[in-house]
T-cell receptor
Framework: GAVVSQHPSRVICKSGTSVKIECRSLDFQATTMFWYRQFPKQSLMLMATSNEGSKATYEQGVEKDKFLINHASLTLSTLTVTSAHPEDSSFYIC????????????FGPGTRLTVL | DAKTTQPTSMDCAEGRAANLPCNHSTISGNEYVYWYRQIHSQGPQYIIHGLKNNETNEMASLIITEDRKSSTLILPHATLRDTAVYYCIVDGGATNKLIFGTGTLLAVQP
């Protein structure tokens, strides 16, 4: 399956600052990427679907102005958490959809964000 | 997308087969059954998926009942590294989304 990387793996920032997380598809050109977040002891929750060259589609309850997604190339999508607050502390995970005929997704290793 | 029901947790002895059940009684004809697992503090890992027929790959086997209302993921020889949360997801592809439930925490015991 597709190999996906994320950078950084961990980030600690002060409240009010913005943090950018990169998701790269290393061996596959991904027209569609997904962003999830996971709070401690909870399951993954889909935040948004990122489509190359177009605006992301956000899930209900996810603020598009707070979580900026850019998918400018077939191998890179970025998630920027703007004006981060402690409640944004979470595990952020991206995935790529390799085959549009199925929903098989391949996930990155995740980014642990801690907002102080 | 159909909802799935999985046990919260299971134990398995190292070297034995781990059989993880999943109920998906409301599955519709074009919906696939996907299995992923998540080792602590890592991203989920794709394991296997199927529609009607049983499937096998290098990681596991997927047994789907004839009425497709339930399935079982089989890890033939569990190792300590198989300790993870296993997610069973049913999806028809209409939305391209995977909706994760709470999964089953499989603990492989030495």
């Amino acid at each position: 399956g597709a190999v996906v990387s994320q950078h950084p793996s961990r980030v600690i920032c002060k409240s009010g600052t913005s943090v950018k997380i990169e998701c790269r598809s290393l061996d596959f050109q991904a027209t569609t990427m997904f962003w999830y977040r996971q709070f401690p002891k909870q399951s993954l929750m889909l935040m948004a679907t990122s489509n190359e060259g177009s605006k992301a589609t956000y899930e209900q309850g996810v603020e598009k102005d707070k979580f900026l997604i850019n998918h400018a190339s077939l191998t890179l999508s970025t998630l920027t958490v703007t004006s981060a607050h402690p409640e944004d502390s979470s595990f952020y995970i991206c995935s790529v959809q390799e085959d549009r005929s199925t929903d098989t997704q391949y996930f990155g290793p995740g980014t642990r964000l801690t907002v102080l | 997308d159909a909802k799935t029901t999985q046990p919260t947790s299971m134990d398995c002895a190292e070297g034995r087969a781990a059989n993880l059940p999943c109920n998906h009684s409301t599955i519709s004809g074009n919906e696939y059954v996907y299995w992923y697992r998540q080792i602590h503090s890592q991203g989920p890992q794709y394991i296997i998926h199927g529609l009607k027929n049983n499937e096998t790959n290098e990681m596991a086997s997927l047994i789907i009942t004839e009425d497709r209302k339930s399935s079982t993921l089989i890890l033939p020889h569990a190792t300590l590294r198989d300790t993870a949360v296993y997610y069973c997801i049913v999806d028809g592809g209409a939305t391209n989304k995977l909706i994760f439930g709470t999964g089953t925490l499989l603990a492989v015991q030495p």
